[in-house]
């Protein structure tokens, strides 16, 4: 872990002005950001480890704990919401077994809600591994969660 981390730092020529940067690799390298390497990241740019924890703790994009291989987010904003973003989110919920904020047992999943993504339009939105995806239904979401892997047994339909 120590090498790793001391690449990453590396590529950014040990500048405690990216630290934002230095821990989205981190986090991207370790799929969260596990307590030794913040430690690494605080001796190496010598930047308190609380300081570490303020900004690691800041960012919703960082994690203290393991995240799933996949993430999905549904956004939750008002045009989403009416558009039946509540039903969408309570469907994942049962189908991952798992509330906004939390990644399942076997770290397949992630899932979250955020408030507008900015394409309300389209809404409502599930994002899945970064990639948006609108006018989602209870349909739609099975299909997208089967090709994630994921086993979906369910009457539901939209
Ligand atoms: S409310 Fe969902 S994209 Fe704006």
Redesign the pocket.
Same mark, same amino acid.
């Given at each position: 872990m120590e090498d790793k981390v001391r690449e990453i730092i590396s590529k950014y020529d040990s500048d405690k002005a990216f630290l934002v940067p230095i821990l989205q690799d981190v986090q991207k390298e370790f799929n969260h950001l596990p307590h030794k390497a913040l430690h690494r990241v605080s001796v190496f740019l010598d930047v308190p480890i609380s300081r570490i924890y303020e900004v690691a703790t800041f960012y919703k994009a960082f994690s203290l704990t393991p995240r799933g291989d996949h993430q999905l987010t549904v +956004?939750i904003?008002?045009? +989403?919401h009416v558009r039946g973003a509540q039903n969408l989110t309570d469907h994942i919920e049962r189908i991952l077994g798992i509330k906004p904020g939390e990644t399942s047992g076997d770290l397949k999943f992630s899932f979250d809600t955020v408030n +507008?993504?900015?394409? +309300?339009a389209l809404?409502?939105?599930l994002e899945a591994d970064g990639d948006y995806h609108g006018k989602m239904t209870i349909s739609k979401s099975n299909k997208l969660l089967k090709k994630l892997g994921k086993k979906v047994v369910t009457d539901e339909e939209d």
């Open positions: +956004c904003g008002t045009a +989403c +507008c993504v900015g394409a +309300c809404g409502p939105i």
